[in-house]
């Protein structure tokens, strides 16, 4: 089992910027992905980043360029950097980790960017 806990939401203005973090503990193997999804009302879920335990990154295009995603290895850590935020960035961000064929989600976090 793994557990997953998720910090960092909020409410910005849009141009601003904020931080999630997302913690992983448990049996975590040594081979994993962690990310976030995020689900807004009506919208379908989208892949927002993800970064394995050798570093590879992917960052969805309508994000790319203005969020970053790192990690750090020995604390089981990944923190989502979001700058230059605007109103459709406004969604419920999952975190999750994927190892050995299965994927843990966190209890998620909403962001809300006002314009």
């Known amino acids: 089992q793994v557990q997953l806990v998720e910090s960092g939401g909020g409410l910005v203005q849009a141009g601003g910027s904020l931080r999630l973090s997302c913690a992983a503990s448990?049996?975590?193997?040594?081979?994993?992905?962690m990310g976030w999804y995020r689900q807004a009302p009506g919208k379908q879920r989208e892949l927002v980043a993800r970064?394995?335990?050798?570093?590879?990154?992917n960052i969805a295009d309508s994000v790319k360029g203005r969020f970053t995603i790192s990690r750090d290895r020995a604390k089981n850590t990944v923190s989502l950097r979001m700058n230059s935020l605007r109103p459709e960035d406004t969604a419920v961000y999952y975190c999750?980790?994927?190892?050995?064929?299965?994927?843990?989600w966190g209890q998620g976090t909403q962001v809300t960017v006002s314009s």
């Open positions: 999750f980790i994927a190892r050995a064929g299965e994927v843990y």
């Open positions: 448990g049996s975590i193997f040594s081979d994993n992905a």
């Open positions: 970064i394995t335990s050798s570093g590879s990154t």
